[in-house]
């Protein structure tokens, strides 16, 4: 007897290791782009255009490679011009605190570095990752880190300086 769609979620879930941890955790950070598009955000374009680069790196392991060098030329234009825009307040670690839009980008950020990090694993285990989506998730992190001293920046608010005492 065939099994009842509506009794499975995701059709990969059982596999041991591999693309669909890389899926899920996509997934994952596509919803919360979401979520944070559906704040009104002040980055609207930016954060869609980011939902869409994630969505297509979630099938670029299993599927056919949807990241294009246009993306990361894109990518970091937008953090070249973040960059200018928040030039004072690039200084090291910063508390993850602020306008809570600013908040949801710095969640954002810590599911992209857990996507970044299961990407180096599968490369690791001997699955093909092209570079370009290391590369490209690495400027995910970097991006969502500027999206949220922008929208600090835009709502007047200053980053709390991080100093830690181990390093």
């Given at each position: 007897m065939k099994k009842n769609i509506d009794l499975i979620s995701y059709p990969f879930l059982n596999e041991d290791f591999g693309p669909v941890d890389h899926e899920v955790l996509t997934d994952y950070l596509s919803s919360i782009?979401?979520?944070?598009?559906?704040?009104?955000?002040?980055?609207?374009?930016?954060?869609?255009?980011?939902?869409?680069?994630?969505?297509?790196?979630?099938?670029?392991?299993?599927?056919?490679?949807?990241?294009?060098?246009?993306?990361?030329?894109?990518?970091?234009?937008?953090?070249?011009?973040?960059?200018?825009?928040?030039k004072d307040r690039i200084s090291g670690f910063v508390y993850p605190i602020g306008h809570p839009i600013a908040c949801e980008?710095?969640?954002?950020?810590?599911?992209?570095?857990?996507?970044?990090?299961?990407?180096?694993?599968?490369?690791k285990s001997g699955t093909k990752v092209p570079e370009i989506l290391l590369d490209f998730s690495n400027l995910i992190t970097n991006?969502?880190?500027?999206?949220?001293?922008?929208?600090?920046?835009?709502?007047?608010?200053?980053?709390?300086?991080?100093?830690?005492?181990s390093y």
């Open positions: 782009l979401g979520r944070i598009y559906s704040l009104n955000t002040p980055l609207k374009e930016e954060t869609f255009w980011l939902m869409d680069k994630v969505l297509h790196l979630n099938g670029s392991i299993r599927g056919k490679l949807a990241i294009f060098d246009s993306d990361i030329k894109y990518g970091l234009n937008l953090i070249s011009k973040l960059k200018s825009y928040n980008y710095h969640v954002a950020r810590g599911i992209a570095k857990r996507v970044c990090r299961n990407l180096y694993l599968l490369k991006l969502l880190f500027l999206f949220s001293l922008e929208v600090n920046r835009l709502n007047n608010i200053q980053e709390k300086i991080f100093i830690s005492k």
